[in-house]
């Protein structure tokens, strides 16, 4: 197993446009998911890896509701609740091993700007992105990607490629065989007869769906850092991947785990009923 860094960054900084019925009342990352906040389930997912530390990058726009969310997962907050509702002790290993953060973005408003944010708090050059909005209920999606991942080397998350998922997802043109590919070109969220077109070309098994988890190397930081000095709009994050890999090496490792997108409006409603763990 590679080495794994011991930082966790957690993109949530979005104002949930795509679920704008609700998402000014609630950030989408709190929305259940199989009956918790799917925000807890990206934690769970970092501290199965083993980080350390775990920065939560939020819009400012909700910033009161962090603030009662950061004493939640202050040390000591979850014995305090069950002795206040009388329920019986448990361990919660989540706030024991790992230390959770909260900053508010800063700076124009896109992705990228959540990773820097996160990095520079973080103040380390490898670190692991994780976008809250992307839950993978196992918790194994982070853990999935560091186990292949090289210490040196940029690495992404992407599940198998279809038409239908292309609409939502960059899809990442691949080379190599076998679950680990690297990543040639990408294309962000293609319609239908532009995805079909890329199946026709490259074949849907040299296509990935690209996920909400990344490895930052400090190579790969530096770059985003000088693209987003430098251009008059700040690009999305996958797209400067995609220029990334033009000139280094960007591994794709392919996830077969169901991810759920909670920016998409039927996603979020399937999946907030109570049901037990996998």
């Given at each position: 197993?590679n080495?794994?860094?011991?930082?966790?960054?957690?993109?949530?900084?979005?104002?949930?446009?795509?679920?704008?019925?609700?998402?000014?009342?609630?950030?989408?990352?709190?929305?259940?998911?199989?009956?918790r906040?799917?925000?807890?389930?990206?934690?769970?997912?970092?501290?199965?890896?083993?980080?350390?530390?775990?920065?939560?990058?939020?819009?400012?726009?909700?910033?009161?509701?962090?603030?009662?969310?950061?004493?939640?997962?202050?040390?000591?907050?979850?014995?305090?609740?069950?002795?206040?509702?009388?329920?019986?002790?448990?361990?919660?290993?989540?706030?024991?091993?790992?230390?959770?953060?909260?900053?508010?973005?800063?700076?124009?408003?896109?992705?990228?700007?959540?990773?820097?944010?996160?990095?520079?708090?973080?103040?380390?050059?490898?670190?692991?992105?994780?976008?809250?909005?992307?839950?993978?209920?196992?918790?194994?999606a982070?853990?999935?990607?560091?186990?292949?991942?090289?210490?040196?080397?940029?690495?992404?998350?992407?599940?198998?490629?279809?038409?239908?998922?292309?609409?939502?997802h960059?899809?990442?043109?691949?080379?190599?065989?076998?679950?680990?590919?690297?990543?040639?070109?990408?294309?962000?969220?293609?319609?239908?007869?532009?995805?079909?077109?890329?199946?026709?070309?490259?074949?849907?098994?040299?296509?990935?769906?690209?996920?909400?988890?990344?490895?930052?190397?400090?190579?790969?930081?530096d770059?985003?850092?000088?693209?987003?000095?430098?251009?008059?709009?700040?690009?999305?994050?996958?797209?400067?991947?995609?220029?990334?890999?033009?000139?280094h090496?960007?591994?794709?490792?392919?996830?077969?785990?169901?991810?759920?997108?909670?920016?998409?409006?039927?996603?979020?409603?399937?999946?907030t009923?109570?049901?037990?763990?996998?």
């Open positions: 197993m080495e794994r860094p011991t930082a966790v960054v957690i993109a949530a900084g979005g104002l949930g446009t795509r679920v704008a019925g609700w998402s000014p009342f609630l950030p989408k990352e709190f929305r259940p998911v199989h009956g906040p799917g925000l807890l389930h990206v934690l769970e997912e970092a501290a199965r890896l083993g980080a350390e530390r775990a920065v939560i990058v939020h819009h400012p726009y909700y910033a009161p509701l962090i603030d009662w969310t950061r004493q939640v997962f202050a040390p000591g907050a979850q014995a305090r609740y069950r002795q206040l509702a009388h329920q019986p002790a448990g361990h919660h290993p989540l706030t024991e091993r790992m230390q959770v953060e909260f900053i508010a973005q800063h700076g124009p408003y896109a992705d990228i700007t959540s990773a820097l944010n996160g990095a520079e708090h973080l103040n380390t050059g490898d670190v692991c992105l994780a976008f809250a909005d992307n839950v993978d209920p196992t918790h194994t982070l853990s999935a990607l560091m186990t292949t991942a090289s210490p040196d080397t940029a690495a992404v998350l992407a599940g198998p490629f279809t038409v239908q998922g292309a609409r939502t960059g899809v990442i043109i691949c080379t190599g065989t076998g679950p680990e590919r690297t990543m040639a070109g990408l294309v962000e969220k293609p319609n239908a007869d532009h995805a079909a077109r890329l199946a026709a070309e490259h074949g849907t098994d040299g296509l990935r769906l690209l996920q909400g988890r990344v490895r930052l190397t400090p190579q790969l930081l770059y985003l850092t000088t693209t987003s000095d430098q251009a008059p709009a700040e690009p999305k994050l996958s797209l400067a991947l995609a220029a990334y890999a033009r000139h090496r960007v591994r794709v490792t392919t996830n077969l785990e169901a991810m759920i997108d909670l920016g998409t409006p039927d996603a979020v409603e399937m999946h009923a109570s049901r037990p763990e996998p």
